[in-house]
């Protein structure tokens, strides 16, 4: 991929609503500091002061609509500061980075489901950006047990659906099929696990994945 620059120690999650990335984020950060490894986990959009107020402008389900171009442009906004004030830096110094979403999530999100023009994505991500993670676990969930999920969860935790959480299932089904679409496109760095089954299983793939992956490294 010309113009990216692939660091080994970033691992990134993705996957639509509900699929149990805080859950696998924890077990991976875990593992790696069982061994010793440096380890930084972080979300998106968010990870610094200045993103986290951008993700409060794009989840807020305020009165005005978010236009689809303002939608990826503050995405990657967010993205530049949180690559240039936490992911380098740490990559820098040896660390492991695991982030909850990346810019795989605005191929699938703004791109398929939005249908944002996936050129002009791609353009962004090479200026605004310049890395991608070795190592890219995509949660696949169907959309109606996901929406199972989610919605136990605010009950639960007495929450309400953020401003994206409130697309219809036709988005979500659009976000899937991107990152489905995304998966086949990078065979060698996005590998696809069912996030189907209790969250200790899913875990349990996704640490196994990463021994994989850092065995491939030695």
């Given amino acids: 991929m010309t113009g990216w620059l692939t660091q080994p120690h970033f691992v990134t999650l993705e996957g639509g609503e509900g699929a149990g990335k805080s859950t696998v984020l924890a077990a991976l950060r875990d593992a790696l500091q069982a061994d010793g490894c440096d380890v930084v986990s972080t979300r998106e959009p968010g990870g610094t002061p200045l993103a986290e107020r951008i993700r409060s402008l794009l989840l807020d389900a305020g009165d005005e609509a978010v236009a689809p171009h303002a939608e990826l442009l503050l995405m990657f906004a ?8 936490i ?18 999530s605005s191929y699938a999100y703004q791109g398929a489901a ?22 890219t676990l995509l ?11 989610t919605r136990g969860r605010d009950l639960l935790g007495g929450a309400s ?17 991107g990152f489905l679409t995304r998966a086949a496109q990078h065979p060698q760095r ?13 875990a349990a793939a996704a640490r196994m994945r990463l021994a994989d992956y850092r065995k491939a490294l030695a």
């Fill in 78 to 85: 967010a993205r530049a500061q949180h690559v240039q004030e």
């Fill in 87 to 104: 992911i380098l830096p740490a990559l820098q110094r040896g660390a492991w980075v695991i982030c909850d979403r990346f810019t795989d």
């Fill in 114 to 135: 939005r249908g944002m023009d996936v050129h002009f994505i791609a353009e962004l991500e090479r200026h605004a950006v310049g890395i991608e993670p070795g190592l």
């Fill in 139 to 149: 949660l696949d969930l169907d959309v109606a047990h996901a929406r199972q999920r």
């Fill in 161 to 177: 659906p953020d401003r994206i959480e409130r697309e219809r299932d036709e988005f979500f089904e659009r976000v899937r099929a």
């Fill in 190 to 202: 996005v590998h696809v696990l069912d996030a189907s089954p209790e969250a200790a299983a899913v």
